[in-house]
């Protein structure tokens, strides 16, 4: 599979604003580097890589890819943001605000994007007794509307 190629990565604008009202809302500690990489998920509807973060941060921003790697896990344990893989076995991270609980998404075959369907309902599926779930992921799979074009 291609990389992700989304041409709107260079178009992203980050809301810093935006981003530090939903930290300071939540009672959480609001970081430069936890504001910027929040501004960067809450800016696009796609669900990002650690590469297209990174890109998509401002200049100078000066924030090293450990650092980010932990950023975008404590926005997921937070509840901030959620993380989906792709079959190139890529972590993909988006703001969770959109979307409350499991959600589907969509992902291109051609060029990796992946995307939020907040529209879909994941059905409800049932468990043996016992057994408890932790996670639901539903995705569909197919071309997106620019690499159709």
């Not at 190629?5 to 604003?17: K, M, W, Y």
Request: charged share 25%; with cysteine.
């Amino acid at each position: 599979m291609p990389a992700f190629a989304q041409p709107s990565l260079r178009a992203v604008r980050p809301d810093p604003g935006r981003a530090h009202a939903l930290l300071s809302g939540r009672g959480a500690r609001a970081t430069r580097a936890r504001i910027d990489v929040l501004a960067v998920l809450l800016a696009t509807g796609d669900a990002l890589s650690h590469h297209d973060v990174e890109r998509c941060l401002p200049r100078g921003h000066g924030i090293d890819r450990v650092t980010l790697y932990r950023v975008l896990d404590w926005l997921t344990a937070q509840g901030l943001a959620h993380k989906v893989a792709g079959d190139d076995r890529v972590w993909r991270y988006s703001a969770a605000g959109h979307a409350a609980g499991a959600h589907a998404h969509f992902q291109c075959r051609d060029c990796g994007r992946v995307v939020c369907l907040d529209g879909a309902r994941v059905p409800a599926i049932p468990l043996p007794a016992g057994f408890r779930r932790n996670e639901v992921e539903v995705t569909v799979k197919g071309t997106c509307a620019a690499c159709r074009a």
